[in-house]
């Protein structure tokens, strides 16, 4: 069966005086993932909440495949649900586990015992069907969570933290396992998370939400590359972000010493105070008389396995960090050195108006 396509339409939630969501516009395509990314108290839970029908929005509309829903009780909208910390029935086997949602729609036992076999067989858990929750490993509570959410045939997968749980070298295997899963089974699928190497792993699209609002909605790359905001800039992967103010059309002056050249129009007035963003993979070290080139102190270096960062310190006091390959032709810098940095592709530069409450807010990653 296919996944529902999902709508949500002029949503807001207000906790009394608290609005934990406002506006919220999203069009959700059938057998799309979808992350709902953010840090914490954004409202990420509420929304999952009102898709799941465990609360009513104070205002708009909820709408599975065209049709309104709002009135519809949660275990009568056809969703499976993940949960951080599996949600398994301790006192029921693996196999019991998985059929409760058939069993509790009364099907007979020959089509529950078909189907809880074939979602074991799926998700590599079959030789453990007689087993109890207890004695597994996260991982696989985790795959029995997953193979119950699908058993009934959802028209959507709800995902709420579902890796947090587990340790960090099994959560990419997972991360696959699942994603590869719900995309076999063509199944429209929510993850919540405030982890964002997850949702650029899992999702086809990413909602970014910032205290109640959608901040943006785009694929993991196009986040990357094209933030749309301060906030996103620096929320999705790592970046510098550099105080400057527009000289000429194409031309920044940083605080951090020189003058760069855009490459293109800044957008904005002469005089304008603007914050740069650089990706510290856009970085390299350059010569000291290379124009637009910026002078750091050397803080250290970190060999992080492939890559290799460097933390330099501006003369303005702001912290660039450089990503190299690793490699033994990689540029060594000691720590106290004065070194000289490059922007290697100014077309990947991004340029905001620096907000009158300074980038300072900007740069706290809540994750
Ligand atoms: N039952 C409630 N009563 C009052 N306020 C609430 C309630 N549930 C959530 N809130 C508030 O609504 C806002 C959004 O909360 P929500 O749980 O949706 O955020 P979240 O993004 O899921 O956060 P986290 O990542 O910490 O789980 C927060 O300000 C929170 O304090």
Redesign the pocket.
């Known amino acids: 069966m296919r996944g529902h396509s999902l709508d949500l339409k002029g949503i807001g939630h207000a ?2 005086a ?1 609005v ?2 406002d506006e919220i516009e999203l069009a959700v395509a059938a057998g799309e993932l979808i992350a709902l990314l ?12 009102i898709i799941a029908g465990f609360l009513r929005p104070s205002k708009g509309e909820v709408r599975f495949d065209g049709a309104r829903v709002e009135h519809i009780p949660a275990n009568r909208r056809r969703i499976g649900m993940v949960f951080q910390n599996y949600a398994l029935f301790p006192h029921l086997t693996v196999f019991e586990n998985v059929a409760y949602g058939l069993r509790a729609r009364k099907r007979p036992n020959a089509e529950v015992a078909a189907k809880v076999e074939q979602m074991l067989g799926l998700a590599q858990m079959a030789q453990f069907a007689r087993r109890l929750p207890g004695e597994l490993s996260g991982g696989q509570q985790q795959r029995v969570a997953l193979a119950r959410a699908l058993a009934i045939d959802p028209g959507l997968v709800l995902l709420d ?1 579902p890796f947090s749980a587990l340790d960090k070298n099994l959560r990419l295997d997972m991360q696959i396992e699942i994603k590869s899963l719900l995309k076999t089974f063509g199944v429209t699928s929510i993850i ?1 998370t ?1 982890d964002q190497e997850e949702a650029l792993s899992m999702a086809d699209r990413i909602v970014v ?1 910032n205290k ?1 609002r959608i901040e943006q909605i785009d694929s993991p790359d196009a986040l990357y590359d094209r933030p749309a905001s301060l906030f996103i800039s620096n929320f999705i992967g790592h970046t510098n972000l550099l105080r400057g103010t527009v000289t000429e059309t194409d031309r920044v002056l940083l605080e951090a010493g020189p003058e760069i050249d855009l490459g293109r129009s800044a957008q904005r007035r002469r005089g304008t105070p603007v914050t740069i963003s650089v990706r510290p993979e856009n970085i390299a070290f350059g010569a000291a008389d290379q124009p637009g080139a910026i002078p750091v102190t050397i803080r250290a270096t970190v060999p992080l396995g492939a890559v290799s960062v460097t933390e330099g310190l501006t003369a303005s006091g702001e912290a660039v960090k450089i990503s190299q390959a690793r490699a033994a032709t990689t540029t060594k810098a000691r720590t106290g050195e004065t070194a000289w940095l490059a922007i290697t592709d100014t077309s990947r530069v991004s340029i905001f108006s620096t907000p009158a409450d300074g980038v300072h807010d900007h740069q706290q990653r809540s994750v």
Request: aromatic residues 4%; hydrophobic residues 30%; contains cysteine.
């Open positions: 906790f009394g608290t934990a969501l953010g840090p914490s108290g954004c409202g990420k839970t509420t929304m999952l909440q933290e919540v405030h939400l109640g």
